[in-house]
């Protein structure tokens, strides 16, 4: 084979594998953010936080989640949690953003670093422990901590005040308002340019799910 055709032959399987990459990556869907402006049967006609319109078509059996605003209170030992973190030189991990769920995920929680909501930022899932931390100063600090505990392992989570607390309950259709901010991570982008998703996170009361 000649060089050019050698070329040619790796420049289209290149763009082959980027082609299914990209696929793939529509299939498994997207992160897609915004506030309805009104719902039409099970279309949402939506503004994106960078405020493009958004279509977005609900699956029949759509799963909704209501979220509501929560406080540090609210969080006691056993409570399964999630905490979006930046990791701390001391080995803590200083949240930037804490989920309080219904019940916990099938592997028990974990902890992983490459989140995507902050530089260098981690995702921890799992319950928060009774050591006395919950709600309780920091040693040596000012802000409250808790531990919190998944099956490898346990990182403690310490809560700034102005930290976004929200806690996440079984909802449905009749909280999809005009007005209520929603957010998915399962939309996937149709080749006429709306999305489609079959579960959806939407802000009750004022809540704003992130």
């Known amino acids: 084979m000649s060089r050019t055709r050698l070329l040619t032959a790796t420049a289209l399987a290149a763009a082959l594998a980027v082609s299914a990459a990209h696929a793939q990556q529509q299939q498994q869907g997207q992160r897609l953010a915004g506030t309805i402006e009104r719902l039409d049967g099970n279309t949402i006609y939506g503004k994106g936080r960078d405020g493009s319109a958004i279509t977005l078509k609900l699956a029949d059996d759509v799963v909704v989640t209501a979220v509501l605003k929560a406080t540090l209170a609210d969080i006691k030992p056993g409570t399964y949690i999630g905490s979006g973190a930046i990791p701390q030189a001391d080995g803590t991990q200083k949240a930037v953003e804490v989920h ?51 099956p490898e392992g346990e990182k403690q989570v310490v809560v700034p005040a102005n930290v976004p607390i929200v806690r996440n309950e079984t909802g449905n259709k009749g909280d999809l308002k005009a007005g209520a901010s929603f957010r998915t991570q399962e939309a996937i982008k149709q080749p006429d340019g709306t999305y489609t998703t079959s579960r959806i996170n939407v802000g009750r009361d004022g809540a704003r799910p992130f």
């Not at 981690?122 to 808790?146: E, H, I, K, L, Y």
Request: charged share 10%; no cysteine; aromatic share 14%.
């Open 100 to 150: 309080i769920f219904e019940k916990p995920q099938s592997d028990g929680g974990h902890h992983y670093s490459g989140w995507y909501g902050a530089p260098n930022g981690t995702m921890t899932n799992g319950f928060a422990q009774p050591t006395g931390t919950v709600g309780a100063a920091v040693t040596g600090g000012g802000d409250p901590s808790f531990m919190v505990k998944y």
